[in-house]
């Protein structure tokens, strides 16, 4: 049902819907290289621009694919959650071209403003045309130029498109600050690490000698070893399967089967570590647990604390590609983890006291990630509610000019009732 006072008309009657350029063509008569944007530089409700590659392209072919501002870029396809993902062209090169798996889209701004299209297109009413129509294969989805001409846009009148938009660009806001503060604290526990790790800042109260090291001589290390996929099963018998990234998130175990030929185990508590693409990566072990060949259980030896060992292993984590190894793909084996040398302080507690302060800076990143995914939430919910006029908004009420607070969960968030 359309809401009152609102139009649904097919995408092409309210916008002009262009494909990109090829790649690859080749007798170009006086080519003239240009910036494009690729797939990748489209993300969802973010362009990425950092880096921007050119094309050779005849001189009369510019104006063609030339991106203005106000457009709506918008990628044909990828994992089925990327479908519909885009973001508003602000005119940030120029020229610039687009390429033909990324479509540019010109509204007619009488009828739709820019950033209402480009947030229907993305939210879950948008997302869910799109998968209905794509074409499918396994985790990939794609649509074409006709079906997104076909998009049944639903276009309420200007003035309450911009106070929707308005609306919007306030939990932008929030998020996007919350996003900052996030990288801020990445900056500043990365400048720990390579102070605290490496001895050349000491903590008050420890002056005590360090030494060098193998990470075996303080570390038990268990190489991955894959079981037949015949014993995989989703009933819980046997133990929880650990193979690689794919049963990671957020550095702790998420596996996706269970396995009943137990080969190689970690145990709660352990560190993992990715011995393939992405070689170095690290978790803590959630679970008892079945590791395959891609992964590594690190224990520690003698009591030396995992929290220490752990916060090592993070220090290094970006430099595993230095000594990773594999025609087809990146890997490390038993005696490149073995033979990592790394520092530590003799005194137990210094580093017991070094790995509590980086532990503590940890949680504090962790915490303003959970800040930023609930106001994420909150947007989305609130998209759904807005961009389809399930909730209506009267361009002379009081506008969101206030930063949504946190942790509010969408229950206790409520619109003003004149809104």
């Not at 694919?65 to 519909?84: A, C, H, I, S």
């Not at 990234?245 to 190689?264: C, E, F, L, M, W």
Request: with cysteine.
């Amino acid at each position: 049902m359309v809401p009152e006072g609102w139009l649904r008309e097919p995408l092409c009657d309210v916008a002009d819907v262009r494909t990109g350029i090829a790649k690859g063509k080749k007798d170009l008569k006086d080519p003239v290289s240009v910036p494009y944007l690729r797939v990748a530089n489209v993300q969802d409700g973010h362009l990425d621009l950092t880096v921007i590659k050119n094309i050779y392209v005849e001189p009369h072919q510019i104006e063609r694919y030339r991106l203005k501002d106000g457009d709506v870029l918008m990628t044909e396809g990828g994992d089925f959650d990327k479908l519909g993902r885009g973001d508003v062209w602000k005119g940030q090169i120029d020229p610039c071209l687009h390429q033909n798996h990324v479509f540019c889209v010109r509204p007619n701004q009488k009828i739709i403003l820019p950033y209402f299209l480009s947030s229907l297109s993305g939210s879950s009413y948008g997302k869910f045309y799109f998968l209905s129509c794509a074409k499918k294969s396994t985790n990939l989805a794609s649509i074409n130029s006709t079906q997104l001409k076909e998009f049944p846009v639903l276009v309420p009148p200007i003035s309450e498109q911009r106070k929707i938009i308005s609306i919007l660009s306030t939990w932008d806001k929030a998020i996007e600050t919350v996003e900052k503060l996030i990288e801020n604290s990445k900056a500043q526990k990365k400048a720990q690490m390579q102070q605290l790790l490496t001895g050349k800042r000491r903590l008050p109260g420890f002056d005590g000698k360090w030494e060098k090291a193998y990470l075996e001589d303080i570390t038990d290390i268990t190489m991955g070893s894959s079981p037949s996929s015949d014993f995989y099963n989703d009933m819980g018998d046997g133990l929880p399967l650990i193979q690689g990234n794919a049963d990671i998130k957020d550095r702790k175990t998420v596996p996706r089967v269970y396995t009943s030929q137990i080969t190689k185990t970690c145990s709660k508590g352990n560190i993992l570590l990715s011995v393939r693409a992405p070689v170095g990566a690290v978790a803590i072990s959630e679970h008892d647990a079945c590791i395959g060949r891609g992964i590594a259980s690190i224990a520690g030896k003698n009591n030396f604390p995992l929290s220490f060992i752990y916060q090592l292993l993070l220090a290094f984590e970006s430099k595993w590609g230095q000594i990773s190894q594999g025609s087809t793909f990146d890997a490390v084996n038993s005696k490149d983890i073995k033979k990592l040398k790394i520092s530590i302080p003799l005194s137990r507690k210094e580093q017991q006291k070094i790995a509590t302060v980086l532990t503590t800076a940890d949680k504090e990143i962790e915490a303003l990630q959970q800040k930023r995914d609930c106001l994420k939430q909150e947007k989305k919910a609130l998209m759904q509610q807005l961009l389809t006029g399930k909730r209506r908004v009267k361009v002379e009420a009081v506008s969101f000019s206030h930063t949504p607070s946190f942790p509010r969960t969408r229950e206790s968030r409520r619109l003003p009732d004149n809104e």
